[in-house]
């Protein structure tokens, strides 16, 4: 019973494309929204986050996406780099302060 | 000068043994956390203490026991280990809340290997 899922387990695009990473959630009371990155053997790293309560939110290169009656919420990289190849996470923040975690999605930015 | 720090980094041991992996923070973070990365990849979480005091305790065996010394060390003991508790651990900790996303800062994560 998972109530954040990243249905894609990998993606891969050209350096200086956009990167498009998505997620889905079932739990409408989640009241703010994560994204954490992972290179290997190292732990999840903070990326951006979002409110329940704004449609997005902007970060440099980062960029991430509500929709709430879709109960979607995508994160945008423009320009890929090579660098931002890495595993991506994203949470969504329940009662208590817990972060319930997707499975991640592997991005590949390819030069 | 790590933030997260846990030991060990990876850990082999045989089933029925009794093991534990440790976890500092220097953040001067009050809460921690014990995160677990199955072989699916969803890292869930396990524990969660603060100031000493447990506050999450999801549907975890028994064999699972949490120790926290001061709010800085989160140490998660295992007895009698079985070849499904092979993962990935990951401490983490966060600050309070006063408003704003509850951001967590993890360690590098222990990996676990039972044979």
């Known amino acids: 019973d998972q109530q954040v899922k990243q249905n894609s387990p990998s993606l891969s695009v050209q350096e200086g494309r956009i990167s498009i990473l998505n997620c889905d959630y079932t739990?409408?009371?989640?009241?703010?929204f994560l994204w954490y990155k992972k290179y290997p053997a190292e732990g999840p790293t903070f990326l951006i986050s979002?409110?329940?309560?704004?449609d997005k939110n902007e970060d440099g290169r980062f960029t991430v996406f509500l929709n709430k009656s879709a109960k979607h919420l995508s994160l945008h990289i423009v320009p890929s780099q090579p660098g931002d190849s890495a595993v991506y996470f994203c949470?969504?923040?329940?009662?208590?302060?817990?972060?319930?975690f997707g499975q991640g999605t592997e991005l590949s930015v390819k030069p | 000068d790590t933030a997260v720090s846990q030991t060990p980094k990876y850990l082999v041991t045989q089933m029925g043994n009794d093991k534990s992996i440790k976890c500092e923070q220097n953040?001067?973070?009050?809460?921690m956390y014990w995160y677990k990365q199955d072989s699916k990849k969803f890292l869930k979480i396990m524990f969660s203490?603060?100031?000493?005091?447990?506050?999450i305790n999801e549907t975890v065996p028994n064999r699972f026991s949490p120790k926290s010394p001061d709010k800085a060390h989160l140490n998660l003991h295992i007895n009698s280990l079985e070849l499904g508790d092979s993962a990935v651990y990951f401490c983490?900790?966060?600050?309070?809340?006063?408003?704003?996303?509850?951001?967590?800062?993890f360690g590098a994560g222990s990996r676990l290997t039972v044979l």
């Open positions: 983490a900790s966060s600050q309070a809340r006063g408003s704003g996303a509850n951001v967590l800062t």
């Open positions: 739990n409408s009371m989640f009241d703010y």
């Open positions: 979002i409110s329940s309560i704004k």
């Open positions: 949470a969504a923040s329940a009662q208590g302060g817990k972060l319930i």
């Open positions: 953040l001067g973070h009050d809460t």
């Open positions: 203490y603060n100031n000493k005091e447990l506050i």
